[in-house]
């Protein structure tokens, strides 16, 4: 299986890297910090979102900016 089908983003060129000079064992796999892993997914969530957001505003601009309009005015007028 391709490191890139598990991994993403900048983790997957330390992947490649590490997996050529050595192969892994599962104990050694699972000595990851999980506090490190959801950062890290965090991040590549994030950039995938403001990605989405970008192709959207690319795709249809008129409607993407009268959204964020409509967003903006629900969080400055009162109730």
Not at 11 to 21: F, G, S, Y
Not at 41 to 61: A, D, G, I, T, Y
């Amino acid at each position: 299986m391709p490191q890139s089908f598990v991994l993403r983003g900048c983790v997957q060129l330390v992947a490649v890297v590490a997996t050529q000079l050595k192969a892994l064992s599962a104990e050694e796999l699972a000595t990851v910090s999980v506090q490190a892993w959801q950062q890290v997914r965090s991040q590549l969530n994030n950039h995938q979102r403001k990605r989405v957001e970008q192709r959207k505003f690319r795709r249809f601009p008129t409607a993407y900016l009268a959204r964020l309009e409509t967003q903006l005015l629900q969080l400055t007028l009162p109730l």
